[in-house]
């Protein structure tokens, strides 16, 4: 039985675990050793105060972060006992990892640890090619696995009047200019550790568009290059909202993820009608659904692309002082 993690082990886990999703990529993850056990916290220096004044956004990040962390672990035959919101005194710290027993890692986790580097936002047009029906359930067993649910947005109705949720929550945020500020500041023209490119941004909106996207700078589109007309769209929701739900349904949000991109899948995230509360509680009465919607996400197969830059490991890690 390990008595605890070394130093070592938590660079080669952490590496992986840089590579999970967050809004603005500002990468709001800070990972200590601590006695032997791993801690997982929210960074407050990188929170999104008009963006995420919830702080919502940076534990759904956090959970993101901790499955690749505990799939990390898992690989390397180290798997970990987690335990979340393990300090009352100290919220900021999401998630504790302690070693579990040593074991083989499962086909699972190996195909889903495979897809962490490969994994990427995909905000450019869609192919029409329907996602095929074993994959639809793929997802949801996905879900389920991480004690969430995945409800997908089926039909033309359905899939127009989440649009105008959607759309709805969009000018509500975007008629905030501290929401435009923030989400302008994290936008980079340079090559940068962190923030969105601008080359990864997708193409500007334009009139004809069902769904609406961030103004991430993006170039206008080629002719012809819409975007798919009856997007399959994919709500993730968690059973309550406290903050340790939060933390979970980064869990299972990234466990979807990977999931999508092992079947070869593009997915790209529409976070607008989660921001704004009305617009969260009008897509939950539309899905009929208990519990509490945590991100949306539209799915399907689209060109390649490459996932952004992290910031190097060290800068994330706080280790022990060596004496």
Known sequence: MTTGYTAAQLRAAAA??????????????????V?????????????????????????????AALFHLRLALAVAGTPATVR?????????????????VPRRPTPTEQSLHGAVARRFSNRAPFWPDPVPADARWRLGEAARAEQCWLELVIGASAVNAFAE??????RVLERDPAYVSERTR?????????????????????????????????????????????PLVAVLGSTGNTAADQVVA???????????????????????????????EALRLSLGRFGTPQ?????????PGRTTPRRPVDEVLDLPAVR
């Open 250 to 280: 980064g869990q299972a949000l990234q466990r979807v993820l990977l999931t999508a991109t092992d079947a070869g899948l593009a997915v790209s995230m529409l976070s607008q009608p989660i921001e704004v509360p009305g617009a969260r």
């Open 84 to 100: 979340l919101r393990p300090y009352p005194g100290d919220p900021d710290v999401v998630a504790r990892l302690v070693p579990d």
């Open 186 to 230: 994290w936008i980079r023209s340079e090559p940068s550790p962190d923030g969105v490119p601008a080359a990864a941004g997708g193409p500007r909106s334009e009139p004809q568009d069902l769904l609406p996207q961030r103004g991430f700078g993006g170039r206008d589109r080629a002719p012809g290059r819409d975007y798919e007309p009856e």
């Open 16 to 33: 992986d675990a840089v590579r999970a999703p967050s809004l603005h990529n500002t990468q709001p993850w800070r990972f200590r050793l």
């Open 35 to 63: 006695d032997g056990g791993i801690d997982l916290a929210v960074d407050p220096l990188r929170r999104l105060p008009a963006t995420d004044p919830s702080g919502w956004g940076a534990r759904i990040a956090c959970g």
């Open 295 to 303: 991100m949306v996400m539209r799915i399907g197969f689209g060109q």
């Open 165 to 170: 949720i959607a759309r709805s929550a969009h």
